[in-house]
Structures are given as C-alpha cells and as structure tokens.
T-cell receptor, first 111, second 114 residues
Framework: DAKTTQPPSMDCAEGRAANLPCNHSTISGNEYVYWYRQIHSQGPQYIIHGLKNNETNEMASLIITEDRKSSTLILPHATLRDTAVYYC????????????FGQGTRLTINP | DVKVTQSSRYLVKRTGEKVFLECVQDMDHENMFWYRQDPGLGLRLIYFSYDVKMKEKGDIPEGYSVSREKKERFSLILESASTNQTSMYLCATTGGHKTAYEQYFGPGTRLTVT
C-alpha cells in the first residue's frame, strides 16, 4: 500500500527551477517527509527531510503544505546532473528503518 | 560528509561460488544495511546491523549471510551464488544524529552470476 504518490515523469529546462510534487494524504502526525534521488547506476542519495516547516539545504528546498498532505521538492537552478529518479517517502525518525521506495518521478533536465 | 565505499563496482561470478561483498563507512554510524535493487521490484532489505556483531534479517535473507566484526565494516556473503542473485547490491549507513530514514549509500556493486 503506497503511502506516497508522485508523477511518473517530469521535464525541466536547465537553469530553471524544478518543482517535484508528492502526495502523502495519510501521513501520521509523527511521520516526516524524506526525499531521495538516484542517478542512473548509482546508489540513492539522501536530499532533505522535514516535518511541517519548510526546509532548505545546499541541495534543495522542501515545501510542506499546512495540512501536511502534500509536499514539493524544489531544485532552484536545475543542471543536467540533476537528471535522476526522485523518491518521496514518509516515516518516523527514531531507530533504524528500512527504506522502501515507490516508483518515484523520473526528472529529465533538458539543455 | 559521510563516505561509504563498496569493495567492487562490478563483479562476475559463477554459479556455486562463495561471494563476499564488503562495505566500509567512515562516520562511526551504528546502523548498516544491505539492500538489493532489481528493476520493477525496487529496493529490498537483505540484512541490517545496529551494532558490532549484531544482525537482523530483512525481508529477503535467504541465500545470504552477513558479518560485522568492526563498526565500520559490514560484509554480505553469498554462500553459494545462484543466477537469481544477479542484482545491484547497495550498502547504506545511518546513525549518530542522523534520523532513521536519513541513510547514506555506497556506489553499489553490480553482481552478475553466470
């Protein structure tokens, strides 16, 4: 039973902001939203996570709606190296948990 | 930055061989994981370890074993390789101040069993 839904694919022009949506309407109060990406033939890469406030780091920004039922990952100035499959997951923060990815969004950055 | 290294990027083995995949991390993380990733099946957990000499089975442990004698090193062993173990193997770590799903992956080992 998928806890998140994402569009299967998106395109974005190089240099523009890439906005990747994720729906997580059944998220629990103690669950965080996490984003990963996987570039072809490489291991997954953690990007960012958040609970309810917007978060920003050197890679991306995460905007979570007030009702927490959806979020958007923003890559402010996309480059060709950002072409990857992006995964949104929800989960608690304690302990050690296995990662289970859904289908994700295949983001293609076009020159 | 967390650095997770895996012993090989590509490996070709014959059916029946014993295969060792090694993962080393430099961040003093307590938790280490072995996943395999296959097209259409996503990421599946084989084993994880939350401390030295401690191990827990994941979802698909059959045909695999693990060893964690030192905190920084987590080895995956295929006792007798079979063709259905052809896959991408990924090691991940988390611990310290990192949260449960904030895992750091190695580059992966693409294993082919012929």
């Amino acid at each position: 039973d998928a806890k998140t839904t994402q569009p299967p694919s998106m395109d974005c022009a190089e240099g523009r902001a890439a906005n990747l949506p994720c729906n997580h309407s059944t998220i629990s109060g103690n669950e965080y939203v996490y984003w990963y990406r996987q570039i072809h033939s490489q291991g997954p890469q953690y990007i960012i996570h958040g609970l309810k406030n917007n978060e920003t780091n050197e890679m991306a920004s995460l905007i979570i709606t007030e009702d927490r039922k959806s979020s958007t990952l923003i890559l402010p100035h996309a480059t060709l190296r950002d072409t990857a499959v992006y995964y949104c997951i929800v989960g608690i923060i304690q302990g050690a948990q296995k990662l289970v990815f859904g289908q994700g969004t295949r983001l293609t950055i076009n020159p | 930055d967390v650095k997770v290294t895996q012993s090989s990027r590509y490996l070709v083995k014959r059916t029946g061989e014993k295969v060792f995949l090694e993962c080393v991390q430099d961040m003093d993380h307590e938790n280490m994981f072995w996943y395999r990733q296959d097209p259409g099946l996503g990421l599946r957990l084989i084993y994880f370890s939350y401390d030295v000499k401690m191990k827990e089975k994941g979802d698909i442990p059959e045909g695999y074993s693990v060893s964690r004698e030192k905190k920084e090193r987590f080895s995956l062993i295929l006792e007798s390789a079979s063709t259905n173990q052809t896959s991408m193997y990924l090691c991940a770590t988390t611990g310290g101040h990192k949260t449960a799903y904030e895992q750091y992956f190695g580059p992966g080992t693409r294993l082919t069993v012929t």
